[in-house]
């Protein structure tokens, strides 16, 4: 009696994976092992940054020159596994460049420390607000006047979800 080799309808149905397509096994060199898999997970978009800066002011002529590409994921995320994303809503945070629908880029592994703007759970209800430290209180400060500022009392449960580290909006 033969053993082992290819039994008729033995393995993994085709098209069944992730991509829903037959894959096909491939050897990596352990040393790009970490290159290739960022470009499968960020689907190789890697847009063109051009050298030149663009005027606010008066135009300039435009160079032509790419500098390089540019890959948001690095731009915008310097710590991967904790990093999240979350909408803003409401007008408190107009001042400091935040408006409703705005998408915050959060990063909890970053301290949270005074001047910060961060995402807090007060009571179980999530904010986002410039955290304000003094020798006595804590506080989580609106960026506008129309908005007062939620004091940390000690029958309050306020837990610090991350630091915004970048915000995006369409203009």
């Known amino acids: 009696m033969p053993r082992g ?3 008729l309808g033995a393995g993994r149905p085709k098209g069944q994976g992730k991509y829903r397509e037959p894959t096909k096994p491939i050897r ?3 040393s790009l092992l970490g290159g290739v898999m960022e470009f499968i997970s960020t689907e190789g978009y890697n847009l ?4 030149c800066a663009v005027q606010a002011g008066f135009p300039s002529p435009a160079d032509d020159h790419i500098e390089g590409k540019l890959d948001l994921n690095k731009y915008l995320i310097k710590h991967p596994t904790a990093t999240f994303f979350v909408r803003a809503a409401g007008d408190s945070m107009v ?5 409703s629908g705005d998408i915050l880029v ?11 703007i961060v995402i807090a759970a007060v009571d179980g209800q999530l904010t986002v607000k410039r955290l304000h430290k003094s020798k006595k209180d804590t506080y989580l400060m609106p960026e506008n006047d129309n908005f007062e500022p939620i004091k940390f009392e000690e029958n309050s449960e306020v837990v610090i ?9 369409q203009v």
């Open 95 to 99: 001042n400091a460049g935040i408006h």
């Open 106 to 116: 959060v990063d909890r592994s970053l301290e949270a420390k005074h001047g910060k």
């Open 48 to 51: 063109p940054l051009y050298s």
């Open 5 to 7: 080799g290819a039994r």
């Open 161 to 169: 979800w991350g630091v915004v580290t970048n915000v995006l909006h």
């Open 28 to 30: 990596i060199p352990e």
